[in-house]
């Protein structure tokens, strides 16, 4: 599979950028489930599958512990690297 290994997803929180993220085109915000529903973490899903992100950053202050371990383990099967925050 082709990965967009340029692009970054970044999953936690309402959907704002963390202070000292970079806010760039590459750099794709998804909300928690608990602050945006389940929508943002299907679609960030569907994305890494599709391999559109090469890298997911995940925010584990607003993150359950089964969304962070079902998408790390996502990330593991399909080969995008995984940085976990609080």
Known sequence: M?????RVAVIGGDGRLR???VEAPEVVVFKS????GNGDAR???AALRAGSFGTLIVLTRWNSHSTTRKLR?????????V????
């Open 43 to 45: 679609r960030l899903e």
């Open 33 to 36: 489930p608990r602050d945006g």
């Open 83 to 86: 940085v976990v925050m609080r």
């Open 2 to 6: 082709v990965v967009a290994a340029h």
């Open 19 to 21: 202070p000292g993220l």
């Open 73 to 81: 383990r996502l990330c593991k099967r399909l080969g995008v690297d």
